[in-house]
């Protein structure tokens, strides 16, 4: 089956390029550092290389994770759009079963695509970054890999994200009947049975890992080296549960959200969209909350060590050098992972460009009911601002949560009660940047709606 009767064209399949095209990109340019400082361990005896190994690995991991996230909500939201040509397939005798298969192969191909020009351009930079330091003298003349096989073999995990994202992304949408779809109905409500034992799990999963987390914080407490492991595993758990009832409280904390918005008809309606169809409004929403998570996370968690250095009984002099140690490698930490919120973004910026595209028929409505492009563009914008808001002061909540919970688990035993870790100037600039990004995400769908006549838009179908 042709990968354009599911999936649609190339504009439909440009995130999951983009995407797996950063996460290539990033993981090419990790292995390729790691090789470097290889190298130079090698020619020193240090083992510098063989931990920043593991490092990137793990950030690398970290990565795969938020664009498999947002990939999956981009492809969900592709194919709720075309639910009447899914069904026209589906009524010429495709199955369920043959259409997701189909997805899966386009994504693992887009997957493939954008993640080895990714690695192509990570590990060609790196290649000129290292040769102009060497030619400067910043970096000691050594056997240094032009390419490495970690650097290559990082697209094979990108295409399995690709592939798991369009598995994720259309096991539901999928099994909407031909009948139900060619009618224009939205896509079936899950049963009430199934939305509690969901509504159940994700409660089950978000107290188990709050317990969890204070669990290792007491455990931190009494000097124990398993409270970091403890907390770790709470977070995973509380963030699994975030993920698995993500559906129930986003959509109501992006209702109170666009509450803040004002009134007048064109919030009124801005309010409903933002709202009307939850799923949609959670995939709009969940990338860009894990990729701020993420980086107030690390950002909290250096603060919150560095806060409680002040209250160790030591020597001003070494005070002074465990705060410049841990400011440095704070710095070094979160520019690295700040490329997940990068991935986030771009799949926030997709999805609502998605999302206007395919509410062709309700602008033309609103523009043909007296709506002028101002208050069009006024519409989508409050919208933007409502998901975005709720995306970065979720994720700045969660990631204050578990840094400063991480911290207590590891110095607990060291510092007189729980200190926060409230990394002030790094919070306004992800404020800041949540500001822009709205108005970035904003802008591009509200030019492409207003410059269609009422006419037209009511001619597209839905």
């Keep these: 089956m042709r990968r354009g009767l599911v999936m649609g064209g190339l504009r439909e399949s440009t995130t999951v390029v983009l995407v797996a095209g950063l996460a290539g990109f990033y993981g090419a340019t990790l292995a390729m550092v790691s090789s470097v400082m290889n190298a130079l361990a090698e020619k020193d005896g240090g083992s510098a290389g063989i931990i920043l190994g593991i490092v990137s690995a793990v950030f690398i991991g970290i990565a795969l994770y938020v664009a498999a996230v947002v990939m999956s909500g981009c492809v969900a939201t592709v194919i709720a759009g075309r639910l009447r040509q899914i069904a026209l397939l589906r009524l010429l005798g495709a199955d369920a079963r043959s259409l997701r298969a189909s997805v899966r192969r386009s994504c693992a191909t887009a997957g493939a695509i954008g993640g080895a020009a990714g690695a192509a351009v990570g590990i060609l930079g790196s290649d000129a970054v290292r040769t102009v330091l060497v030619a400067r003298g910043t970096l000691p003349r050594a056997d240094y890999p032009w390419v490495t096989p970690s650097s290559v073999l990082v697209v094979l995990p990108i295409v399995g994200a690709a592939a798991v994202a369009g598995f ?149 002099e070494q005070r002074a050098e465990a705060q410049a140690v841990l400011g440095a490698t704070s710095t070094v930490m979160v520019c690295i992972v700040v490329i997940s919120s990068i991935i986030a973004a771009v799949g926030f910026v997709s999805t609502m460009s998605l ?37 970065v002061i979720t994720g700045i909540g969660l990631g204050l949560v578990y840094g400063s919970f991480g911290a207590q688990s590891l110095v607990g035993g060291q510092t007189d009660g729980f200190v926060w870790g409230i990394p002030g100037p790094l919070l306004a600039v992800i404020a800041i940047c949540g500001v822009l990004l709205v108005l970035a995400a904003s802008q591009p769908p509200a030019r492409r709606a207003v410059r269609v006549t009422p006419t037209a838009a009511l001619r597209i179908e839905a």
């Design 168 to 316: 994720l992304g259309s096991r539901k949408v999928l099994d909407v009947a031909p009948a139900q779809a060619m009618t224009g109905a939205a896509i079936a409500v899950p049963s009430r049975t199934g939305s509690a034992l969901r509504a159940g799990l994700a409660s089950t999963l978000m107290l188990g890992g709050l317990g969890l987390l204070v669990l290792g914080a007491m455990l931190g407490e009494d000097g124990s080296t398993s409270g970091f492991f403890t907390a770790f595993l709470g977070s995973i758990v509380s963030a699994t549960g975030l993920l698995t009832g993500a559906s129930f409280f986003v959509p109501w904390v992006v209702r109170g959200f666009s509450r803040l918005l004002g009134g007048g008809p064109v919030t009124r309606i801005a309010r409903r969209n933002a709202v009307s169809d939850r799923m949609r409004t959670t995939r709009s929403t969940i990338g860009l909350i894990v990729g701020v998570t993420l980086v107030t996370t690390f950002a909290s968690g250096f603060s919150a060590l560095q806060a409680s250095v002040n209250g160790w009984e030591m020597p001003p």
């Design 355 to 391: 999302t206007v595209i395919q509410r062709g028929r309700e602008i033309g409505l609103v523009r043909a009911l007296g709506f002028t492009q101002a208050q069009v563009r006024s519409m989508i914008t409050r919208e933007s601002i409502a998901l975005g808001a709720t995306a």
